[in-house]
């Protein structure tokens, strides 16, 4: 599986966006960027993912490197509500079947 | 729309014992995988649940075993638990059937149960 690389903790002030960079060096060529955030003792949510283009929802924009060894995810206004640990994690295929491995994540505060 | 769940909520347990914790998935969804994330790490995998079948298994031993029914709602059991089994368990459902490697394979995830062992 290609492993990712986040840092541990970024502080946002509440209104501005929040930039949060993922490493992903040996991903593959067939393999997804996923980005998911876990508030408090609540289960992951899905946020968006890609593969080489750039993506947007509605929750967040996606921007991926040319080489792919790298991506951020953008939360353009944060708001407080958006205090959680976000993880970067990369779709591997094992047998036609998925497996998720998760890193331990940035912690992202917005501050008032 | 139900999204996915799980039960018990809180669970305590003595080392030796055995658990089982409960999933329903989101409706309309057929796989189910189960992760544990101990305190302030991220969700380690488990397994996956297919066609009623282990289909992928992450690096836990044989203690740890689970089902999955024909409504797609699945079991995780452990056995002989150990202190080092107290984490929170996440089941997360998806609609896969046989293209799980499509670009719209999202996990939903549940609440979780948060399992102690003492």
């Known amino acids: 599986d290609a492993k990712t690389t986040q840092p541990p903790s970024m502080d946002c002030a509440e209104g501005r966006a929040a930039n949060l960079p993922c490493n992903h060096s040996?991903?593959?060529?067939?393999?997804?960027v996923y980005w998911y955030r876990q508030i408090h003792s609540q289960g992951p949510q899905y946020i968006i993912h890609g593969l080489k283009n750039n993506e947007t929802n509605e929750m967040a924009s996606l921007i991926i490197t040319e080489d792919r060894k790298s991506s951020t995810l953008i939360l353009p206004h944060a708001t407080l509500r958006d205090t959680a640990v976000y993880y970067c994690i990369v779709r591997a295929t094992v047998g036609g079947y998925q497996k998720v491995t998760f890193g331990t994540g940035t912690k992202l505060q917005v501050i008032p | 729309d139900a999204g996915v769940t799980q039960s018990p909520t809180h669970l305590i347990k003595t080392r030796g014992q055995q658990v089982t914790l409960r999933c329903s998935p989101k409706s309309g969804h057929d796989t189910v995988s189960w992760y544990q994330q101990a305190l302030g790490q991220g969700p380690q995998f488990i397994f996956q649940?297919?066609?009623?079948?282990?289909?992928q298994r992450g690096n836990f031993p044989d203690r740890f075993s689970g089902h999955q029914f024909p409504n797609y709602s699945s079991e995780l059991n452990v056995n002989a638990l150990l202190l080092g089994d107290s984490a929170l368990y996440l089941c997360a459902s998806s609609l896969a059937g046989g293209l799980l490697s499509s670009p719209t394979y999202e996990q939903y995830f549940g609440p979780g149960t948060r399992l102690t062992v003492t």
């Open positions: 040996t991903i593959s060529g067939n393999e997804y």
């Open positions: 649940y297919y066609e009623e079948e282990e289909r």
